[in-house]
């Protein structure tokens, strides 16, 4: 059987952990401590959950909005501002990205708690947002259809975090410990799980991951191939940086305010080049 060689193999680390709930700087370090421990053992891509910086807001299914104004305070002053410096090191670690990454918060609770009854022990967790299944079943149809591997990067509730969650909607206790965490875990081209997992608990998860399993089964099935429909599919992809508003001069013609942001871009592309 004919090899290829022109693509690489890479060892990927999910990182299944909980932020500094609210605290930039100190997720911060404790993310680069994480991306450390991670190139230490030899991982060439380090995932980490969604809204991981800095945090993901729990609260928007715990209280209605008019009674989470402190905790979204709190979010939008610890948000990471795109000029930076925690973004401008990681747009630079993120150079030469080639996997596709599903990051899922810790849990996800749809509806309110319901006390097990006797005859149905599981009566409080039947209505949640089945985190296990839903996550893995997402990811796999990605891969599948995409032919590709792919990361799941879910993230992990903490005492801290719970605690600070309950503290501000005390009626929230249960509810919280009813729910089951998300999963970290590596799937493969045909959507089987490959490597490590890990759920319910914190800590880092490694796979060896051989890109050249992408190619051969696109001969088969390939959905932007031979099952695309280019006579009445198009798919137009504007990689321009898009702005929130738009100004027009006296004579119709848009107003560039996005250049400073452009030579921002390019100068971390000049120097990611550089550093490599």
Known sequence: MASTTWLPKVRVAACNVSPVFLDTAATVQKTIALIREAAANKADLVVFPETHIPAFPLWAALSAPIANHDLFNRLASQSLLLRGPEITRYSLMAQGEQLHISTYPPVWPTHSYTAPSPSDSAHGQSKQYPNLSANFTRTAAHCFEAKCFAVQCAGYMDKTMRDQLVAHAPESAELLDSLTQGESCFV????????????????????????????????????????????????????????????FDSEGVKEDHLSELQELDDQVASYGKAAT
């Open 188 to 247: 493969n081209p045909r959507g089987e799980r490959v490597g490590e997992s890990i759920q319910g608990k914190e800590g880092l998860v490694y796979a060896d991951l051989d890109l050249h399993e992408c190619v051969a089964p696109k001969q088969f099935h390939d959905v932007v191939g031979g099952y695309q429909r280019f006579d009445i599919f198009d798919l137009k992809v504007d990689r321009k940086r898009m702005d929130a508003e738009a100004i």
